[in-house]
């Protein structure tokens, strides 16, 4: 049976645009026929953009035709995240609040990739502002596991997730607080990225955690997110944390072997609660690397224990201050009330906007910031950030990277974790402290439980995605035996 274009990773399709094979326009149209045969049933999408799709599409091949194409990826389809701004796009966040906000400008994200000439398909689904674990908070409904409906796509980028499992993007833009790339690539049995904080520009990303949040990517295979990566990492004068390091080609990282290579195995990650069979898969990649030659090294991540009570303080606290701005003044929904005065109508918007799990989290916040709780809780959890950054530091001096569960098992059930906040935050516990230390992080496949995708997650030093990148393309060339 012929593979449609649209399942195909971005590395082959690539090669076949460039040695004028297929068209983009082909590719384009495979997609969006496979987001009317299952969008339907996964709800990736919040909105497409076909027509300007196909003309970017046919611009692409007016390039190939030209033998002057833009970049490795002129042409490829590509899916955006709904929190990051796209010029007259509606930008959502997955939220009441944004329903008819259109950005004046795109993102630096955005603007590197139609640089690159890739075709925008649409704005997939997610948590409301990136807060949750399971796509579930959106107020355009839950995204669903492409490999079984009843199951969550993960989050808070489960719409990006699914939409390149389902073939329904080649490559997608994601956003990851603490896990929201990794999480739901290892649930949808693709590949995250999560970069260094500073390596991507997070102008044009709506913030949810300023000091957490990080754009990056999910493809296919870890080839599809070098490419990506390639595309949107670089210093951007217009974000100030953005890092003025030296930008390298990542797809070069894809020919060496891991002889040699130092890998961790943090213990405090495979305790008690992690799955039986989850941690076989995880063991059993850890063989193939070990016998291509990497050497596996037992290390301890001691302050690892207090991260995600630490993530939950620190991300809540930012994101209290973060959406103040959504009042209802200056753009988004407007509710006034019968009272049509000042107050009713912040109450009013906010109120109506905003769901139950972005209050919860700006209650919390505002809370930990106020006056008699600020060094309690929010002064003492910065001060824990700095001891785990520290322990991975410490780590760090001993090997090249770490190796990881991404989470304590398979995809859940839709529904089974909704009215117990703690236990969803719990889904966090081995992707958060990446965050708090500001290190790379990229979930890769490693085969199925129950049927169902499992992953690890590859966790580096600062700016060295390039490790991340040579371990796991060595990993799936060794698993495809």
Do not use: W
């Not at 950030?385 to 304590?408: G, M």
């Amino acid at each position: 049976m012929t593979m449609e274009l649209c399942d195909h990773t971005a590395a082959e399709l690539s090669a076949l645009l460039h040695a004028g094979k297929i068209s983009a326009t082909e590719i384009t149209r495979s997609v969006f026929r496979r987001i009317d045969e299952r969008d339907g049933g996964i709800n990736a999408y919040i909105s497409t953009c076909r027509e300007a799709a196909m003309k970017a599409a046919d611009e692409a091949d007016a390039r190939y035709a030209n033998q002057s194409p833009l970049s490795a990826i002129d042409g490829i389809p590509v899916a955006v995240k709904d929190n990051i701004c796209t010029r007259g796009v509606a930008t959502t966040c997955g939220s009441k609040i944004l329903t008819d906000y259109m950005p004046p400008y795109d993102a630096t994200a955005v603007t590197r990739l139609k640089q690159s000439g890739a075709v925008l398909v649409g704005k997939t689904n997610l948590d409301e502002f990136g807060m949750g674990s399971s796509t579930e908070k959106s107020a355009y409904g839950p995204t669903r596991n492409p490999h079984d409906d009843q199951y969550v796509a993960g989050g808070s980028s489960g719409g990006s997730a699914a939409a390149v499992a389902s073939g329904e993007a080649i490559l997608s833009l994601g956003s990851d607080t603490g896990g929201s790339i990794r999480m739901p690539a290892a649930y949808c049995g693709v590949t995250g990225i999560k970069p260094t904080y500073g390596r991507v520009s997070r102008y044009g990303l709506i913030a949810y955690a300023s000091s957490l949040d990080q754009i990056g990517g999910f493809g296919r295979s870890v080839a599809d997110c070098a490419l990506l990566l390639n595309t949107i990492a670089g210093h951007d004068p217009r974000d100030t944390t953005s890092a003025d390091v030296k930008t390298v080609d990542y797809t070069q990282s894809l020919q060496q072997d891991i002889r040699g290579l130092k890998i961790g195995m943090p213990k405090e990650y495979f305790v008690e609660g992690l799955d039986a069979e989850l941690t076989r898969r995880i063991q059993t990649a850890v063989e193939l690397l070990s016998k291509e030659g990497a050497e596996i090294v037992e290390v301890s991540i001691p302050n690892i224990k207090y991260a995600v009570s630490t993530y939950y303080l620190i991300a809540t606290a930012e994101a209290s201050s973060n959406l103040a701005r959504f009042d209802g003044v200056k753009y988004g929904l407007r509710e006034t009330g019968e009272q049509n005065d000042l107050m009713h109508m912040y109450e009013y918007t906010r109120s109506y906007g905003f769901g139950m799990e972005v209050k919860r989290r700006i209650m919390l916040g505002t809370y930990v910031l106020s006056a008699g709780y600020y060094d309690a809780y929010y002064l003492k959890a910065q001060k824990l950030r700095t001891l785990i950054r520290r322990d991975f530091d410490d780590v760090f001096n001993e090997v090249d990277c770490l190796i990881a569960p991404v989470t304590t098992s398979t995809p859940f059930r839709i529904g089974e974790k909704s009215d117990d906040p703690l236990q969803m935050y719990l889904e966090d516990i081995y992707t958060v402290s990446v965050n708090l230390a500001g290190l790379p992080g990229m979930s890769v496949n490693c085969g199925t439980v129950r049927d169902l995708p499992v992953a690890f997650q590859i966790i580096g030093k600062p700016f060295e995605e390039s490790t991340l990148f040579r371990l796991g393309n060595a990993y799936e060339k060794l698993a495809s035996r």
